[in-house]
């Protein structure tokens, strides 16, 4: 009876489980950036900080994670050559530093693998704009 009492305790959230959408890899968060500096989420609503803030197990941190890591490295590849690019990749930074700042620390190391992306020196000096502009963006509403 007592362990049967203590699971459906674990099993109690104050919030919902982590919607799937956060789930469905770097097509959906591609996808969901091309709205940036706009309103940026993915096909059921949810922000991109909010997987980050409703993510409660370290393995759907990591699925999240290696999404956002991907999208924000090809961006990268592409910001010398594109202020779309570098305006989303700013976006998936402010919208990471808005989720993983909800946390309690948990989503650090998955920011600062997102904001390397770009580089030490960050974007090149005729992107940094609208790098700025997506940055802004995202941490108001990502």
Do not use: K, W
């Amino acid at each position: 009876m007592l362990a049967a009492l203590a699971a459906a305790a674990g099993c109690s959230r104050s919030e919902p489980a982590i919607p799937l959408a956060c789930l469905q890899g770097q097509g959906a968060v591609t996808g969901a950036l091309r709205s940036a500096p706009g309103a940026v989420s993915f096909a059921d609503g949810t922000r991109l900080s909010a997987c980050i803030e409703r993510a409660d197990s370290g393995a759907e941190l990591q699925e999240i994670g290696t999404s956002y890591v991907g999208v924000a490295s090809t961006l990268a590849e592409a910001v010398p050559r594109s202020d779309v690019a570098a305006l989303q990749l700013g976006y998936l930074v402010g919208a990471t530093r808005r989720g993983a700042a909800n946390t309690n620390g948990t989503g650090i190391e998955l920011l600062r693998r997102v904001e390397l992306a770009i580089g030490i020196d960050g974007p090149p000096p005729a992107r940094r704009a609208a790098y700025a502009r997506g940055l802004a963006a995202g941490h108001r509403a990502g």
